[in-house]
């Protein structure tokens, strides 16, 4: 297994953050066939894949928000306003994907991306790991 983690800065609002160029370039460089694994060792993100660009991140976000509303309603309820439904989220919304590889290529779909999902607005700082399994 080849394996690599790398820092993301989301800043301090919800996010829909792209992981996609990482991910192509990790495929890439493990080479071969496998199952790419996306994980993200926190308790309040998650890994999407969807399409971007198009409005379905700001689509997402909004029917997150309408879910899961920043309000005082969470008993989990240290640092911001609404923070219980970061930790909530990940139920959701998962802290991994895991997608196909051939030939070094994601075999994602025409309109698929890789996403990093973050309704924590108190920690800005990430972390993902990406990690190639083969039969190897």
Not at 80 to 85: E, M, Y
């Amino acid at each position: 297994m080849k394996s690599t983690v790398f820092e993301v800065t989301t800043g301090h609002s919800e996010v829909v953050y792209d992981l996609t160029p990482q991910c192509t370039q990790f495929a890439r460089e493990a080479g071969g066939d496998g199952l790419l694994h996306v994980f993200v060792p926190h308790a309040t993100a998650g890994i999407a894949v969807l399409e971007l660009g198009a409005g379905s991140d700001h689509d997402l976000l909004a029917a997150l928000r309408e879910l899961l509303p920043a309000d005082d309603r969470w008993r989990h309820a240290h640092g911001s306003r609404g923070h219980g439904r970061s930790h909530v989220m990940p139920a959701l919304i998962p802290p991994y994907a895991t997608i196909p590889v051939i030939g070094g290529a994601l075999t994602l779909g025409t309109w698929q991306s890789i996403a990093l999902v973050d309704l924590n607005v108190d920690n800005p700082d990430r972390q993902v790991r990406l990690s190639f399994l083969t039969d190897d």
